[in-house]
């Protein structure tokens, strides 16, 4: 706790240090040629050859900013630009509330115009379906269409374990144990036979992921179907669930979970050969590592502005959707 | 097989791979003038790789090593409004516009300069989910025309197309005309638009020939229509044998010695004394051109100037610059009886009439984020 | 097809690589398919499928009628139970699946004789609604015995 405490400090001072949006030429710690997934190391110093390849200018392909800059060029006629302009600003940990609208931070496959319209889709898919607030930890049920189900209708009941992906590929994973048997089904969030997500407890855990659930004792994932809505007070904080999940004996684990930094699970013990292969594997630094950390995000403007934009949007739904509602009451 | 022939007297071509060209022509008539020797090829383009090192005696130096760094902000300003007066300021045309023709079978049009922006993903209308690229037809115009007896001079010109085409060079992307060379900036004089960064050529019939100067869309495609885009693979470099044509290797222990990511054999048996031309080895790795065919455009954005095509195999990185046409295969290119309405040469403002253009098309097919969920009715 | 890939790495727990290959091509994480001697789990109530549960030992996979030998949902196989061969339909994987599929934490079949026959008469588990779309095999008489769907 002590050290997160301190990383957030020194994350705040470094906030100043963000790339800010009109350099162009590439800084001396970027991110390597690869793509960036779960597994993979950053290599934040670049090799003579790629920064010579950067500069030079016979590539058949353009950084990011100068493609911006041409399309904002006085000579160019014919395509529009975005604006970027917006009054308003979104509340602080709005990046929480949607997390798939925030912009990837690969800065090498980054470009505006995607990003914009790519946006607008998805705003256009939450005017007709409300894709509620949601957390890992809450407790949701899905509706999906099923062309061979009687009602051409499926509804499943769970907790929401993962979610993940930026854009149009956002998805989320709910677990559920029915009739003794644990079922995980992974939804996308714009999946147009996705018909309906409602959120029936809102809360968050401690982890970022629940994929040990596989890994607990049934009952901590077993979640009736004709579970009620549970209504939280409103401007509340979302709940915190602090539960702590037993796990099944150590033998029949799917993963090693000693070398995870579990916080919602109850302490267990694992033998010692397991122990010191986790101090062997063991990665300390990865905590303390800031550039790590830096570059897991995009630039603290674009963030606000992206986010300022999407909560505008939001609130023009939201207020639309009210205004249907109050509509038909007054019908009936 | 073909013997190896001797080279008696006869004035030899340069190797006759244009930088731009597509190769799909050079796979269909392997009659290369200095190619004489067997090449197994294993189902690979050939390997003659026109490296962006490459001079061409026709290419003009682009780029002017002279930086003029003494301006005041004041004179600065003064010049980049002088550069804007001149290209901005519509200019007459000076003999009327060209002759626009009907579409025939046989009859190849432009293509354009578009930028790879990136893939992001699309359902179809039953509910099956694709990825799209979209590319970006920006600050296109057309630069020059070569008409069909003209090419026919050229050195890259091949002897199967005969008089049939000619060349239109396109162009993407204004500049600052201060930093590229006289020669360059000259080339652009006849469309008087800005100096671009990226020029290419497409073979094209005479009918189909544009001005010069005239802008190009994003509307000079249609939606449901099939594309050929060509672009530079990404560049991987100096790869070795497992990455580049992805050999196995050998087993980590067990007793193998120092040969985990090699080779291993060369040899061609007892039927070649040596190695075989063409043996895959290391090397340079990407960075080579890379043609997709018949790729259907789902959707246009003609605010931006977007188009988007099926799957995630346009080559390159984001940001990449592809050659964007018609496509060549025979059952999805376009032909009379099944495609009506095909902007010839291109589509120009004038063609909307009254009706205001509609800022995003469809294909019947792609499901519309406005459009409610896909849900069969149940019978009741 | 994109999306499994896609979402490939985010799918693992983000673990770390803990063990070492002895081999020089790249290794992928747990796939968790089903092939040659997967051990399976019976869900329905027949008589074999429970004497092997008492007993303890699973149900083995002996091949995959499919091209690729390896089993999807709602796939043939020929398993041994107690000691002889039967056929049975895949209707639960352990095997990440396709978006609105859902995944079971046991890879479960359903004992059909060569008829196709369901040898017993009763599904005790929640089946996978995915497999009513099934265009491969004729699963219909091993459906009809499921009394709920997932």
């Known amino acids: 706790m002590a050290t997160s405490l301190g990383l957030n400090a020194l994350r705040l001072s470094l906030s100043v240090l963000r790339p800010s949006s009109c350099a162009v030429v590439p800084c001396q710690l970027t991110v390597a040629h ?24 016979k590539q058949n392909f353009l950084h990011f900013e100068l493609v911006d800059k041409h399309r904002h060029s006085p000579l160019q006629t014919g395509t529009e630009n975005i604006s970027q302009e917006t009054e308003v600003t979104a509340p602080r940990n709005y990046r929480y509330v949607m997390p798939e609208f925030m912009p990837r931070p690969d800065w090498e496959r980054r470009d505006r115009v995607l990003e914009k319209l790519e946006r607008r889709d998805m705003m256009r898919r939450r005017a007709i379906m409300n894709i509620p607030e949601f957390y890992v930890g809450s407790i949701m049920a899905v509706t999906v269409a099923d062309a061979y189900a009687p009602s051409k209708k499926n509804r499943f009941v769970g907790i929401c374990i993962d979610r993940g992906e930026y854009g149009l590929k956002a998805y989320f994973v709910l677990r559920n144990v029915v009739d003794g048997l644990g079922v995980e089904v992974m939804y996308e969030m714009y999946n147009p036979k996705v018909l309906s997500i409602e959120v029936l407890k809102l809360e968050k855990r401690l982890d970022d992921q629940l994929y040990y659930l596989r890994d607990a004792l049934p009952e901590y994932s077993t979640f009736s179907f004709d579970m009620e809505p549970v209504q939280l007070p409103k401007g509340a904080d979302v709940p915190l669930n602090t539960t702590k999940v037993k796990l099944k004996p150590t033998k029949e684990w799917e993963c090693r979970w000693e070398a995870h930094d579990l916080q919602g699970v109850q302490p267990f013990e694992v033998n010692e050969k397991r122990m010191r292969r986790k101090e062997k594997s063991a990665e300390p630094w990865k905590k303390h590592d800031l550039m790590l950390d830096y570059r897991s995000r995009v630039p603290e403007e674009e963030e606000e502005q992206v986010m300022a934009e999407v909560f505008r949007e939001k609130q023009v739904i939201d207020s639309q959707r009210k205004s249907m509602r109050t509509v038909l009451k007054k019908r009936k | 097989m073909m013997a190896a022939k001797p080279l008696l007297g006869k004035v030899l071509r340069p ?22 020797q067997q090449i197994r090829e294993k189902s690979r383009s050939p390997k003659y790789v026109v490296r962006p090192t490459t001079r061409r005696p026709w290419h003009v130096r682009k780029w002017t090593t002279k930086q003029d760094a003494s301006l005041t902000s004041e004179n600065e300003t003064f010049v980049q409004d002088v550069i804007k007066d001149q290209y901005l300021s519509p200019s007459p045309l000076k003999e009327g516009p060209w002759e626009r023709n009907d579409f025939q079978n046989g009859t190849r049009r432009t293509g354009a300069l578009a930028l790879k922006l990136g893939v992001i993903k699309q359902w179809t209308n039953s509910g099956k989910s694709f990825y799209v690229t979209l590319l970006q037809i920006l600050d296109n115009h057309v630069i020059n025309y070569v008409p069909p007896a003209q090419y026919s001079a050229y050195p890259s010109h091949k002897p199967h197309h005969a008089e049939r085409f000619g060349l239109q060079i396109v162009g993407a992307l204004s500049c600052d005309p201060r930093q590229f060379s006289k020669a360059y900036n000259n080339l652009f004089v006849k469309a008087g ?113 977007i188009l988007y095509v099926t799957g995630p195999a346009v080559a390159g990185v984001p ?54 969920s896909l849900v069969e009715e149940t019978e009741s | 097809m994109a999306t ?52 303890g030992k699973p149900p083995r996979v002996i091949h995959v009628y499919n091209k690729k030998q390896v089993g999807h949902l709602g796939d043939k196989v020929l398993v041994t139970v107690k000691g002889e061969m039967r056929r049975a339909y895949i209707v639960g994987l352990k095997q990440k699946q396709r978006p609105n599929v859902p995944r079971t934490d046991t890879n479960n079949i359903v004992l059909v004789d060569d008829n ?29 015995l499921a009394t709920k769907f997932v």
């Open chain 1, 34 to 57: 690869k793509s960036h997934n779960a597994t993979h190391v950053i290599n934040y110093r670049r090799t003579r050859a790629e920064m010579a390849k950067a500069i030079r200018r």
């Open chain 2, 15 to 36: 190797c006759s791979i244009a930088l731009f060209e597509t190769h799909i022509s050079s796979k269909l008539f392997p009659i290369s003038s200095v190619c004489v």
């Open chain 3, 4 to 55: 499994l890939l896609s979402n490939a790495s985010q799918f693992a727990p983000a673990a770390v690589r803990l063990g070492t290959t002895c081999c020089a091509f790249s290794t992928t994480s747990k796939l968790l398919e089903v092939r040659l001697l997967s051990r399976m789990r019976i869900v329905d109530n027949s008589a074999i499928g429970r004497a092997a549960a008492e007993i």
């Open chain 2, 319 to 372: 940001h990449t610059f592809c050659r964007v046409k018609d496509t060549v295969l025979p059952k999805k290119c376009l032909r009379e009886d099944r495609s009506e309405n095909v902007p010839m040469p291109t589509w120009f403002p004038e063609d909307l009439g009254d009706d205001p253009q509609p800022e995003e098309i469809f294909d019947k097919d792609l499901f519309q984020f406005t459009e409610p």
């Open chain 3, 116 to 144: 196709g026959n369901p040898l017993g008469n009763r599904v005790l588990v929640p089946i996978p609604s995915a497999l009513r779309a099934n265009k491969k095999g004729d699963l219909t008489k091993v459906l009809s």
């Open chain 2, 193 to 305: 638009v800005p100096p671009k960064r990226w020029l290419t050529r497409f073979l094209i019939t005479p009918d189909a020939a544009v001005e010069p100067g005239t802008a190009l869309s994003v509307n000079h495609f249609r939606v449901g229509d099939f594309v050929d885009v060509q672009s530079r693979s990404k560049d991987w470099g100096f790869q070795g044998v497992i990455k580049r044509w992805g050999m196995k290797g050998m087993p980590a222990s067990h007793g193998v010695t120092k040969s985990h990511r090699k080779m291993g054999g060369t040899g061609g048996g007892g039927d070649k004394d040596g190695i075989w031309r063409g043996k895959r080895m290391p090397g340079v790795m990407g960075n080579r051109l890379s043609t997709q065919f018949g790729l259907k455009i789902w959707r246009i954005n003609t605010k931006y100037n």
